[in-house]
């Protein structure tokens, strides 16, 4: 009885910090639509600023709180400042460019931080006053996390107090609703929201700093917060303070209890119940319908050309490509063998982005699940490689059967955060279980049969198998399915009242692409002979949505384009720098800001103002 | 001659390639109330949105009390003393009514009547009956009441009025016309755009007709009433 009343409080103490760093989150999401993907990064530097503040001045309790409070309040600085340098040239995106250009950020601030505090984990000194414990029906209990139970309450009326008894508060609620009447008004908006960024991002830092005397300092801490924190906020309502209070109370108490009874899978825990909660509640627990405005669409609606020549193109490059082995070495064909496996990656995610407008944020879910799949028949059944390859797309076509059921019941950020919820749930499967993936230690040994062992002969398999596979997605991207989901895309509406099933077809995409993806997947993990948790994480994800980015959405050569350039500048540029994550960063920045519309998309909007300055 | 409060020559506007208003010219003189007339379409709402800044693109001469408003972004035009009352009245409706007279509020200026919430509430007496009342509840007529009280917690010197009288009930409409009257009385001025002949006969001074984003008539208003050619041109139905 007791044991479970200390595992409640400790349940308290997690949903505390959680709501800290959720309330930032949906206060920035209410006020300027963007959901900031960079907000987990605030929460880690908030940490480590506390960190070094605390190192110094914290012993005594005055100097400890005024280093939480200066670290806040540094990240609600750095907040504002990305809000003038960034987030204001992306108010009016859609919203993958400001998921991805956020998430630029997020990779800027991880190397920025290695460079200015190192790779180690960091221990901190324990708060002064507050270092002992008391006992709670004889069981003892941390008295710095009771400090911190009582914070969340706190906070909450803080804000609300904020926000409903303040002039500042009534401006910003008057401009989340109607920001240019509020400027015909005499408000400035611009400075308005920089406000909001440095109020949500001193709240992330607030909770990076409280938790130096509990947890190590590491650079992991901001992907595991922010993804946290979305889940908070969309079980809560996007825009809703309470209802993120109450979502971090329940998902505080599922991870305190869900540990004693699922060890290995609290993660899981978490993002199933956060699916479960938007299929029930679509708005999520105290979410409004009109919380969500309609989203922009994720692509400039251009229609595809089937292009006169197209195939014969086509037919030229291929002829190409497999000539390839004739003159070119080992390690060129390693190097292509991996780029065409990446544009199948990136035509995968592009048919549910190009033509259903779906824009999914867990895409290398499928990728990675088809990796695994593969390994796993490998190494538990002993199966040979075209088995192996054969369950890649299976498998990973009925995950993304299951997880397709629920994600296509919702639209725009809601879409994008539940693919996100599933790759995650994959992910910190096969990070977690450790008996049959091997974790973090992956799977190794993962070879092709001996026909298909020389580098010629796989990089030809390679290139039969997805370049008949990228034939078959351009055939439906051209056939009546292709059709009926751009009509879903262009105007869900009016292609439900002409009786096209719209849910029906974009979770047919979602499992072709998944299947597609899956099959990536399998060559990937022959290509590199093993297979790792990092194949199915974020950034996984992000590197198939650049490749599309970059390519440009509006085209289905895009992607194939953006694969090349991606893979080639990851593999040979970055990797000349221990700071490719800084270089990636500033790329994704660049092209959110600068090329929105891809190469492919340049290249042609080039072409068309030379056809036309000639004319 | 004294220059004029506003004045307006030679504005274009566009929504995205649209050409919307071409060339239209108009002053607004201190403590006159000038009506801007034209039919369904004819861009009178384009014509204020333009000077408020709320266009994606226009182009004009556009002097207000001796400032160049032609640069100036909606915020900085709405300080200078210009208040705008959209025709779709946009009032908060997450906010009471006391919240959304608090987002109008500016400090007092010189020249220009200053306005507290008890004053307003003197002018509008229904809105005071529910000061704490969300917007979301409240007829059309006290939104509309409601919109021109916020914009006036500004203590403008013009005014920008948007159809005040569309769609209201007749004793409403005449309410409005009292306040409008009130208003040119504390040394307001105001261009307002109208369809309704016999509201802009009872509050303006002159008159100012435009048809499809480009001016056909400039007089008084006694003028356009006596001029039957150019009512049946340009504001019959
Ligand atoms: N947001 C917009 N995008 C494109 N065109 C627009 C937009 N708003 C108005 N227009 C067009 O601009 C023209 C002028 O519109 P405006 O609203 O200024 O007319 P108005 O005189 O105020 O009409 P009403 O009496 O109906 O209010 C119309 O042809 C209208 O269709
Ligand atoms: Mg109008």
């Known amino acids: 009885m007791s044991f479970l009343l200390v595992q409640a409080l400790s349940g308290l103490a997690t949903a505390a910090t959680l709501f800290l760093v959720s309330s930032g989150l949906t206060i920035v999401f209410g006020v300027t639509r963007i959901v900031n993907f960079a907000h987990g990064s605030f929460y880690m530097v908030g940490a480590y600023a506390g960190w070094s503040l605390i190192e110094r001045f914290g012993g005594t309790p005055a100097g400890f709180w005024g280093s939480v409070t200066a670290a806040a309040l540094a990240m609600g600085v750095l907040g504002a400042a990305m809000e003038i340098g960034l987030l204001r040239r992306l108010y009016r995106s859609p919203e993958l460019f400001q998921l991805l250009g956020t998430f630029g950020v997020v990779l800027v601030v991880q190397d920025l931080t290695a460079w200015a505090w190192g790779p180690e984990d960091l221990l901190g000194r324990r708060a002064p006053g507050l270092k002992g414990s008391i006992d709670i029906l004889d069981q003892p209990f941390p008295l710095y996390d009771l400090v911190l139970i009582g914070l969340g309450p706190l906070v909450l009326g803080l804000l609300w107090l904020l926000f409903n008894r303040t002039r500042w508060g009534t401006l910003v609620r008057a401009a989340t609703q109607d920001r240019e009447m509020a400027s015909a008004l005499g408000v400035d908006p611009a400075r308005l929201f920089t406000g909001v960024l440095f109020l949500g991002c001193a709240l992330a830092g607030l909770g990076g700093a409280l938790q130096v005397p509990r947890e190590a300092v590491t650079l992991q801490m901001d992907m595991a917060i922010v993804v946290e924190a979305f889940v908070v906020v969309v079980v809560g309502g996007m825009g809703s303070l309470a209802g993120a209070f109450l979502a971090s109370l329940l998902i505080g108490q599922l991870q305190a209890f869900g540990i004693l009874v699922f060890p290995q899978i609290t993660l899981v825990l978490v993002f199933l119940f956060m699916a479960v909660v938007l299929v029930l509640r679509p708005h999520g627990l105290l979410g409004r319908a009109e919380e969500v405005p309609p989203t922009a669409p994720a692509t400039v609606t251009v229609p595809l050309s089937t292009g006169g020549h197209t195939g014969s193109w086509a037919l030229a490059l291929l002829a190409l490509l497999a000539a390839v082995p004739l003159v070119a070495g080992d390690y060129a064909l390693i190097l292509l063998t991996e780029v065409v496996i990446l544009a199948l990656f990136a035509a995968s995610l592009h048919l549910l982005i190009g033509l259903g407008g779906l824009v999914s944020f867990g895409h290398a879910a499928w990728f990675g699940l088809g990796a695994y799949g593969s390994a796993l028949l490998v190494k538990h059944m002993g199966a040979p490689m075209p088995l192996a390859l054969a369950g890649a797309p299976v498998l990973a076509g009925l995950g993304a059967l299951v997880a397709g059921w629920f994600c296509v019941r919702r639209s725009g950020l809601y879409f994008a955060m539940l693919t996100l919820a599933f790759a995650q749930i994959a992910w910190s499967i096969a990070f977690q279980w450790y008996a049959v993936t091997g974790g973090d230690n992956g799977i190794l040994g993962v070879w092709p049969s001996s026909w298909a062992a020389g580098k010629a002969a796989y990089y030809w398999l390679t290139l039969a198998l997805c370049g008949g596979t990228l034939w078959l997605l351009r055939r439906a991207a051209f056939a009546p399915f292709g059709y009926a989901l751009r009509a879903g895309r262009d105007s869900g509406l009016r292609a439900e009242s002409v009786g096209i099933d719209v849910r029906r077809f974009q979770w047919m995409a979602f499992v072709l692409a998944g299947s597609a993806a899956g099959l990536a997947g399998g060559l990937y993990a022959f290509a590199k002979g093993s297979v790792f948790p990092t194949l199915l994480a974020v950034p996984q994800s992000v590197d198939a949505l650049v490749m599309v980015l970059m390519g440009g959405i509006q085209t289905v050569a895009g992607p194939l384009a953006g694969a090349v350039v991606f893979h080639l500048l990851k593999s040979e540029v970055m990797s000349l720098t221990d700071w490719w994550r800084l270089v990636l960063g500033l790329i994704i920045v660049a092209l959110v800001l600068v090329f929105p519309r891809g190469i492919v998309g340049f290249l042609s909007g080039l072409r068309s103002s030379f056809v036309r300055r000639r004319a | ?237």
């Open chain 2, 1 to 237: 001659m004294s220059e004029p409060l506003l004045t307006i020559d030679g504005l274009q506007a566009w929504y995205g390639r649209a050409h919307i208003l071409d060339g239209i010219a108009l002053t607004v003189g201190r403590g006159e109330v000038v009506a801007l007339m034209g039919r369904n379409g004819a861009g009178k709402t384009t014509t204020l949105k333009a000077i408020m800044g709320l266009v994606e693109r226009r182009a004009a001469t556009l002097r207000f009390d001796g400032r160049d408003l032609s640069a100036l972004p909606a915020h900085r035009i709405a300080r200078l003393g210009v208040g705008y009352v959209p025709e779709d009245r946009r009032i908060f409706a997450d906010l009471t009514v006391e919240e959304n007279l608090e987002v109008g509020r500016q400090p007092p200026r010189p020249g220009a009547p200053a306005w507290t919430p008890e004053k307003l509430f003197a002018l509008f007496p229904n809105l005071a009956e529910m000061r704490g009342r969300r917007g979301t509840r409240m007829s059309g007529g006290e939104q509309q009441m409601l919109t021109l009280a916020r914009t006036l917690m500004g203590n403008p010197s013009l005014l920008l009025l948007d159809e005040p009288s569309e769609g209201l009930a007749p004793l409403i409409v005449r309410q409005m016309a009292e306040a409008v009257r009130r208003l040119k009385a504390e040394g307001l001025s105001v261009l307002l755009s109208e369809q309704s002949l016999s509201f802009a006969s009872a509050v303006a001074d002159r008159a100012c007709v435009i048809e499809t984003g480009r001016p056909r008539w400039t007089g008084t208003m006694t003028g356009l009433m006596a001029d039957d050619g150019v009512r049946a041109a340009y504001l019959a139905v």
